[in-house]
Nanobody, 125 residues
Framework: QVQLVESGGGLVPPGGSQTLSCVASGDIDRYNGMAWFRQLPGMGFQEREL??????????KYGASVKGRFTLTRDVARNTVSLQMNDLKPEDTAVYYC????????????????WGQGTQVTVAS
């Protein structure tokens, strides 16, 4: 079993910043990657889009819409992953989910069934 506990989220004005954090515990040694996904308003749970992912080294990848604004930081020793979000836009409004999985050849494959509880980020004046 794997547990993913998220923190952060809330209401932020356009152009503002926010940080999301996630701590993983349990049977996590089999996975080398962690990531954040988001479910935009009107999007189904299975349609969540990748925001950012990282392996245990220096490899990271970002969704096209957040590249240059969001930064993913992985602390392997603490089993945590943080997402620093800058220059937030209303279209970033979503429920953000932490994920654990496999990062291989610049692709991220989330482990089935292991997701954080989700944290709402709302970007509005």
């Amino acid at each position: 079993q794997v547990q993913l506990v998220e923190s952060g989220g809330g209401l932020v004005p356009p152009g503002g910043s926010q940080t999301l954090s996630c701590v993983a515990s349990g049977d996590i040694d089999r996975y080398n990657g962690m990531a954040w996904f988001r479910q935009l308003p009107g999007m189904g749970f299975q349609e969540r889009e990748l925001v950012a992912a990282a392996d245990e080294g220096h490899m990271t990848k970002y969704g096209a819409s957040v590249k240059g604004r969001f930064t993913l930081t992985r602390d392997v020793a603490r089993n945590t992953v943080s997402l620093q979000m800058n220059d937030l836009k209303p279209e970033d409004t979503a429920v953000y989910y932490c994920s654990i999985g496999d990062y291989f050849q610049d692709e991220y494959f989330p482990a089935a069934g292991y997701w954080g509880q989700g944290t709402q980020v709302t970007v509005a004046s």
